[in-house]
Every structure is written in C-alpha cells, then in structure tokens.
C-alpha cells in the first residue's frame, strides 16, 4: 500500500514525525523549515554542511544529529539546486530521495512543497511530490527471500494547504501506485505471465475498478478476423489474447482510445534474437501494461471522457507451429502483411488492436509499444518517440507528456518512406529493406490501420526500462506512459476543437 499524506501547519520544530526533511538550496541556502530547524538546534547547520561537504545540490541529502530538540526523531537535509531553477520534476526526483532515506521509518514529515517557487502551480506541486515520494519507494521484491519493503505509511505535509494541496497529494499518490503496479506487470518474469494469466488479472483489476471488459481468445480470434495476433501467437505454447476495456461515466461525450503492445516475450520467432537481445525482452509487454494501469484509475480521477483499450497478448516463440518469414497474414481491416522478419512482431499485433479500435469511432487513438531498438539509437534510453498523423493531437499528447513529466520528441512519418514497406506478394511487408529509419517505418507501417482517426504512436522502447537506478525511476520496468495516459484523459478533448 501506498503511503497516505495528510497536511498540517504546525510548526516545523514541533511537529511529531519519525523523521523530517527540510530542503537546501544551492550554496547552502536554506530552504523553507531548515531555519527554524537551525534555531531549534542552536544555528550550527551552516557549519554542519561545510563540515560534511554538504552544498544543496540535487540529489544531495545528510543527516542531521537534533539532540532530541525537535518534536522529529531525526532530521535530513536534501538539496534542491538554484531556488530558480527547482522544476516539478525536480521537486517530484528531491521526493524520491527523501522517500528513499525514509524507507525503514512510518511516519516522515516535509516542508519540501514550501520550496516551489511562485512560478510552480501549488496544487501540480503537491501532486509531483507525492508522486516522487510513492514512485521513490518502489521496490520489486516478489521474488527476494528477505524482502525490504519500505516502511513508509504515513507522509506529512507542513506548510500552507487547503483543500486543492490535499487533492492533490492524493491524486499523485493515486497515479504512482497505478506506475507501480506497471512496474510491477513489467518486472515479472514472462514465465509467470502469459497471455491469459494477464487478461485474468485485468478481468480482475476491471471488476475492482469500474471497467467493462471483453477478453476474444482460440477461434474467437479467427472468428474476428485478428490474423496478426493469431500469426504471431501461433509458435508459443501459450495462446494470445485480444483484451477490450472501457471506462464510460455518465454524461460522456468524447472518447479516447488507448492500445499497448503486450508481447509477454519477445524472443524474435523464428528471426530469433541472440542471447543478449532477449534478456530485457520481458518487458515487451510495457504499453500493455502502462494501458491497464491508467485504466484501472480513470474512476478514481473522476476522469470525464469514455476511454476504450485494447490490449494485445501474444507471446514470440519460434517452434514448428510458428510463423515463417514469408508467410502472409491477413489483418482485421483486410490489409495483408508479408512477414518478412517474424522479429518486427509488434506492428502485427498492433496492427488489429488499431483497425479495431477505429471501429469504435474514437475521437483520437494513442498507441504506446516498446517497437524498435531504432528508437533508442535515435532518442536513448530516457526519451520516447511521438509519432502522429493529425498536428493538433500530436500536439495534445506531446503538452500531456511535459504535464506529466515524461520525455517524448516528435518523429516524422514521412509519406516517402512508404515505399521502403512495399511488398512483392502482399499489401505492405512488415519490414523495410534496410536499417535506417527503423522508428519511422515501423511508425508507418501502423499508420495503415487507423484511417482518418487522429492518431498518435508512441515508441516508448527506450524509457519503458531503465539500465540504471535514476531517482523516481529505479532500475527495471519504469510504467512509462501511465502518467502522460492519465493526464491525457484528465484534460480530454476532441483534437483541434
Ligand atoms: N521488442 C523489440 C524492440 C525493442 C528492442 C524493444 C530493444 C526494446 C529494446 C521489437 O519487437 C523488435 O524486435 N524490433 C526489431 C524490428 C526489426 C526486426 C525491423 C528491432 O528493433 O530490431
Ligand atoms: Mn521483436
Ligand atoms: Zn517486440
């Protein structure tokens, strides 16, 4: 469970806490709470940090001895950089930090959402800050003999308040837990999840959550016409899966539509990756996992737009039942694919999931799906691809991501490259001639199935998994996408109108 968040304008000497944390600026400056905790123990802080090299840069945090003078057991400081210069992200990654040093203690309180600037709106402020403290205790650890789940149940907000500061905490409490519990689906190991045992648990996460769901298996595929999810499912032991989800309130009157790609594991097929190309490959499930995540919120954020999903789930084996390079299926819209690389299988399931969600008449589609390592040649391991065929939703989604704090750079579909994909004997190959390019052409290659509907892809091969611990973000699944879903929802409306 995620810690609760209160808010209180007690005085900072006096407030009861197992540990309290007060920000520094840049050059030692103290920050709101860190001089009156400097008066309480008798104005030694400044000589304290010099001692132990403490400067109030980012990511910094010390320990501070308090005699027993304060109503807190103990003291850090953590430092924030220039004053000026402090961001939401930069309040939401100081969080984390104090989320982490707080990790074997109950109760913390903060004076951290003084220090945004007048600049920062005070309500997205305290939404950033209990992100960072939730997404900053996040810990996989199903599989640990002596796990060490962070102890931290109670955070205590000392500063000025209201009603919309305390809205707020919980709703970035809120989104964080539906990132951890991507994280979660993303770190575990595919031999636990396949494609039924994740559509049991959204049939499970829908019924808690206000969801209709409708999961099409075996010959409901055929019967649906899903050629690509049945092509690349057919070499895996494990069968695929096509998961609808909808969230409709009351008085709805626009509709977004979100699909993920959910390969639960990538091993190529019979274009079969090498050794170290596959280790990561569990987490090609990441969009489908940010999907049902930002799904399983949307009540709880009193979001007013009806959303759809669709969630492909498939697993990429290679055996003697699975597709060849060569072979041609045949796509829910009619288009036919020529399978050129049974690796480029991410397109394939997408490509159903989209032509079926245009069905649906959305007012616009987003897609995310761990798609190319083309994309992160291009954009890294931090930054997702945007790639669109309407300017204005682009646009939209583009605004949403910097809301929410996640990274993502626009890429051109260019209408030249199109013809990389042509195909000898089908309508369109699955792969283009070359490397070059690999995002784009993979981009255009969805493009074909969603028609005239604004539409909207998103790379996320990259940020969906980090190499290393970085702040908010620890090292493994990150639930990339499931803050910039719910921020999308939250502000929905009909592209250019
Ligand atoms: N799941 C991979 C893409 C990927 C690569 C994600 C690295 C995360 C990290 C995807 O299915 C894939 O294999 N793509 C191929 C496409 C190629 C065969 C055209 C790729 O990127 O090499
Ligand atoms: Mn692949
Ligand atoms: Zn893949």
Redesign the pocket.
């Given at each position: 469970m995620a810690a609760s968040f209160t808010q209180t304008t007690t005085a900072v000497e006096a407030v009861v806490a197992d540990l309290l944390a007060v920000p520094v600026f840049a050059e030692r400056a103290l920050g709101p709470g860190a001089d009156a905790v400097d008066s309480a123990l008798g104005g030694g802080l400044a000589e304290f940090m010099d001692k132990t090299g403490f400067n109030g840069k980012p990511g910094e945090s010390l320990a501070v001895p308090t005699g027993g003078r304060l109503g807190a057991k103990a003291v850090i400081l953590v430092g924030l950089g220039k004053r000026d210069e402090l961001t939401l992200d930069g309040l939401r990654r100081a969080a984390a930090v104090v989320a982490k040093r707080a990790s074997r203690v109950k109760s913390l309180a903060t004076t951290l959402l003084d220090a945004a600037p007048d600049s920062v709106n005070r309500a997205d402020a305290a939404q950033a800050l209990a992100e960072g403290v939730v997404l900053g205790s996040y810990k996989f650890l199903r599989y640990k003999g002596d796990p060490k789940p962070s102890k931290l149940s109670r955070v205590i907000v000392v500063g000025r308040g209201g009603a919309r500061v305390k809205a707020s905490l919980w709703r970035g409490s809120r989104i964080a837990e539906a990132v951890s519990w991507a994280r979660d689906l993303v770190n575990e190991p595919s031999g636990a999840k396949s494609p039924a045992e994740i559509a049991a648990l959204t049939r499970k996460v829908a019924r808690g959550s206000g969801l209709k769901v409708k999961v099409l298996t075996g010959s409901n595929l055929a019967a649906e016409r899903l050629g690509g999810v049945i092509g690349v499912g057919q070499g895996s032991q494990r069968p695929p899966c096509m998961v609808r989800l909808e969230y409709e309130p009351a008085g709805a009157r626009r509709t977004v539509a979100f699909v993920g790609k959910g390969?639960v594991f990538?091993s190529?097929g019979l274009?079969l990756?090498p050794a170290a190309g596959m280790e990561?490959?569990k987490t090609?499930m990441s969009g489908a996992a940010a999907v049902i995540a930002a799904m399983s919120a949307l009540r709880d954020l009193e979001v007013k737009a009806r959303v759809i999903a669709y969630v492909p789930l498939v697993e990429n084996m290679p055996s003697g039942s699975a597709i060849r390079p060569g072979d041609v299926l045949t796509h829910r819209n009619g288009k036919t694919v020529e399978v050129l690389?049974t690796?480029?299988?991410?397109r394939l399931i997408l490509a159903d999931a989209l032509a079926m969600a245009v069905e649906d008449e959305p007012d616009a589609i987003v897609d995310l799906a761990?798609?190319?390592?083309?994309c992160?040649i291009a954009l890294g391991e931090k930054i997702a691809g945007l790639m669109g065929n309407d300017d204005a939703w682009s646009g939209q989604v583009g605004d949403a991501a910097d809301r929410a704090g996640e990274s993502m750079w626009h890429l051109p579909l260019p209408d030249e490259y199109r013809k990389l994909l042509d195909s000898e004997v089908a309508d369109i190959a699955n792969?283009s001639g070359g490397r070059y390019g690999?995002a784009l052409t993979?981009g255009l290659f969805l493009k074909e199935f969603v028609g005239d509907v604004p539409w909207v892809h998103l790379d996320i091969?990259g940020p969906a998994r980090a190499s290393a611990d970085d702040g908010h973000t620890p090292k493994g699944g990150t639930g990339f996408g499931v803050r910039t879903l719910l921020e999308i929802a939250s502000s929905f409306r009909a592209p250019g109108r």
């Open positions: 390969v990538d190529g274009s990756k990561t490959m090609d690389n690796d480029a299988e991410g761990t798609l190319t390592g083309a992160v792969i690999g993979a091969a």
